[in-house]
């Protein structure tokens, strides 16, 4: 498409968005009076106004029917999480039965680890990006520790090269390759939360996979944001938080994802809980533990319905958009971004503004990180003041994602507009 920078091209483009009026279903933080431009929808997406009647629900069958609300009321809380499978399977592209939605994400990181890290004195690698996430970090440190291995040798990180802010595919294949012998597990996030490069999974794992090993992927940047088909590029198990794209409120229950030849298998090895037992005999209360033949075998405890309320109302929502649309709008709405930046750069003669965040859209999500070499924390200053919520990491980069479901071309337009003013 052939874009403009001008406010009456963002409006008709706006005009033209099927998607447009889904930013009725949301609460936006107030600035003067009015709704902010709200871009940080990758650290905590907005509250979709419908939560509080899911969890209305919860708390009213809670009150009128107290422990029988696990059989009876609204949505038996015995059974809830069973019908979120299906719509958030849909969302991350794996069967039903290859999702469970439970706990937080560093702790169904740290699950996953426990069934897919089992090093031996052979292999004990874990190949990962560079500057992961700082918590999944930890979780590899500590893995790598508690199993008696020093994390210097045993975690290799992937770095870019010199003068590149991102990974090149073919690096990441060839350290998979060079350590191929002595790897236990290849495990990368699907999208880098600095830079917002999106990593390509379905290669990833097959390399993974001729070397032998496990690839698993934290999705807590990808999960709402990017098309996945984590069954078909046979992906062996991932995990997300449902806080950031995925709009389910601050520390909301999260999903894992096990690729059904593992998720089926009951012997495979994981901790266990009641939750996780044959639902025929969980209130036996007897002993040995015999898995649900799905990723539901993972799940520990019992699920909390007022946070799986919370996830079903962001849920609804992405059903009722349909995912290809949002994917569709994403894409467009991301590139007109690009294209404003750009533009201002033309401006400027010189490039102002250092776009980190790789220009091919296959290999990114919503997310654009901007490294300011001029004006930076002016700037940012700036939009906050307007009423635009960004993300400042230092020393100069701004971080913003022009989420689908709730922004406009004309947000998209209104930041440049501001920067431009600056500059
Ligand atoms: C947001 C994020 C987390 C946060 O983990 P919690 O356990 O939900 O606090 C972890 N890893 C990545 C890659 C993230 O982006």
């Not at 520790?145 to 010199?162: L, M, S, T």
């Not at 088909?229 to 806080?243: G, M």
């Not at 649309?325 to 033309?346: G, M, P, S, V």
Request: with cysteine; glycine share 6%; hydrophobic share 40%.
């Amino acid at each position: 498409m052939n874009f403009e920078n001008s406010i009456a091209f963002a409006r008709r483009l706006d005009k033209e968005d099927a998607l447009n009026n889904f930013r009725n279903r949301f609460l936006f933080p107030q600035h003067n009076g009015k709704d902010c431009i709200y871009f940080t929808g990758n650290s905590l997406g907005l509250q979709p106004k419908n939560t509080l009647t899911e969890i209305q629900k919860v708390l009213d069958d809670w009150s009128a029917l107290a422990v029988e609300g696990h059989f009876k009321g609204n949505r038996p809380w015995m059974h809830f999480h069973d019908r979120l499978t299906k719509p958030l399977s849909n969302v991350v592209g794996c069967l039903p039965g290859e999702v469970v939605i439970m706990n937080s994400l560093t702790v169904n990181l740290h699950l996953m680890m426990v069934s897919f890290y089992r090093p031996t004195q052979q292999r004990y690698k874990i190949i990962c990006e560079a500057k992961a996430f700082p918590s999944d970090q930890y979780a590899f440190e500590s893995q790598v520790r508690f199993h008696g291995f020093d994390p210097d040798k045993a975690v290799i990180e992937v770095h870019p090269r010199n003068g590149e802010h991102t990974l090149r595919t073919e690096d990441i294949l060839a350290a998979i390759e060079e350590h191929a012998n002595e790897t236990a597990l290849v495990l990368f996030s699907g999208i880098n939360y600095y830079t917002g490069q999106y990593f390509d999974l379905k290669t990833i794992t097959q390399a993974a996979h001729k070397a032998g090993v496990c690839a698993g992927f934290d999705l807590a940047h990808a999960a709402g944001n990017v098309e996945l088909k984590l069954h078909e590029w046979n992906v062996d198990f991932a995990c997300w938080c449902t806080y950031k794209y995925l709009n389910s409120g601050p520390g909301a229950v999260s999903g894992a994802y096990i690729h059904e030849r593992f998720a089926t298998d009951k012997n495979f090895p994981r901790f266990a809980g009641w939750w996780g037992n044959n639902k025929q005999t969980r209130f036996k209360m007897e002993k040995e533990f015999d898995a649900i033949p799905s990723a539901e075998g993972w799940q520990l405890s019992t699920p909390p319905a007022l946070l799986l309320a919370a996830h079903k109302a962001s849920l609804d929502i992405f059903e009722e958009a349909g995912i290809e649309n949002i994917h569709a709008k994403r894409k467009a709405l991301t590139a007109y971004l690009h294209f404003i930046l750009n533009d201002i750069n033309q401006k400027n003669k010189e490039s102002t503004i250092e776009i980190l965040t790789p220009s091919n859209e296959e290999e990114r999500g919503c997310q654009v990180s901007m490294f300011m070499h001029k004006n930076g924390k002016e700037i940012f200053d700036a939009l906050t003041e307007e009423g635009i919520i960004a993300d400042w990491r230092e020393p100069n980069v701004i971080r913003i994602a022009p989420v689908p479901l709730y922004n406009t071309y004309e947000d998209v337009w209104r930041f440049g507009n501001i920067i431009e003013n600056i500059l």
